[in-house]
């Protein structure tokens, strides 16, 4: 018994160390070199590893530019936010016009495009209410609505609760009490909390649904939500989204 519960405190305090080091930033010079393109705006994402919450950021600065002026974009040296970023200029109309690679840090040079409606539908239902487990599908979201997707979430089952106020989301099993250091960890990179990646999805026109019979089981009352106008309805409802939209993801 003593063995047993020795393990799982030397593994809860393993795991506070994987997260902090997770969470830690690389130190990196506060003025970089000048580039070589000319540009009309600057945001410095260095220090943020999460491409959804660089490309919120570069979207709603975009939103403010005239049609072929240039956004200049500092990120830390990762691989994954060259890919992404690449990724998401191809599936949109703004033009990533040149890049450039420092020793510490990467440069995008984003030419703003003609805005286009796309026409794709996202549908994605949620299931568990979890920290981490929330990552893959909020992220995902959020990745449709920067390219321009109508986007339409439902939540169900203990999802529900992502949706009430003061929801702040845990770790699972003998990693809760760790939750907080989970959390912090996931702002400094990006990953910032779930109710306020709903927010950006909101402002980006994603659209909620909830399961009706599901809040009356997990205590979720309509005036306790963070949005008014989140539509409660079963399944009849939830087919009609899922049987218009391009693409279907279902996460349990």
Request: hydrophobic share 40%.
């Amino acid at each position: 018994m003593k063995i047993t519960m020795f393990k799982n405190l030397l593994s809860m305090v393993v795991i506070t160390f994987i997260v902090i080091g997770c969470a830690t930033q690389k130190p990196y010079p506060e003025i970089l070199p000048m580039g070589k393109v000319k540009f009309n705006e600057s945001i410095d994402m260095r220090g943020k590893t999460i491409t959804t919450y660089i490309l919120f950021d570069a979207l709603e600065k975009l939103e403010k530019m005239k049609e072929g002026e240039i956004l200049e974009i500092n990120t830390d040296r990762f691989e994954e936010i060259e890919n992404d970023i690449e990724s998401w200029s191809r599936m949109t109309s703004h033009d990533l016009v040149q890049s450039e690679t420092g020793d510490n840090y990467q440069r995008f040079y984003i030419k703003k495009g003609q805005v286009v409606k796309n026409e794709k539908k996202f549908a994605i239902i949620i299931s568990d209410p979890g920290l981490e487990n929330l990552l893959t599908p909020l992220g995902l979201s959020l990745s449709a609505a920067i390219r321009g997707d109508d986007v339409n979430i439902i939540f169900q089952e203990p999802a529900v609760r992502v949706l009430k106020k003061g929801y702040r989301g845990k770790l699972k099993g003998i990693w809760k009490p760790f939750s907080v250091f989970a959390r912090n960890g996931m702002v400094k990179i990006g990953h910032i909390p779930p109710q306020d990646k709903l927010v950006q999805l909101k402002k980006l026109g994603a659209n909620f649904y909830l399961c009706g019979p599901s809040m009356q089981h997990f205590g979720v009352k309509k005036d306790e939500l963070i949005f008014d106008d989140v539509m409660i309805a079963e399944y009849f409802t939830f087919l009609e989204i899922m049987s218009k939209a391009d693409v279907h993801i279902f996460l349990q």
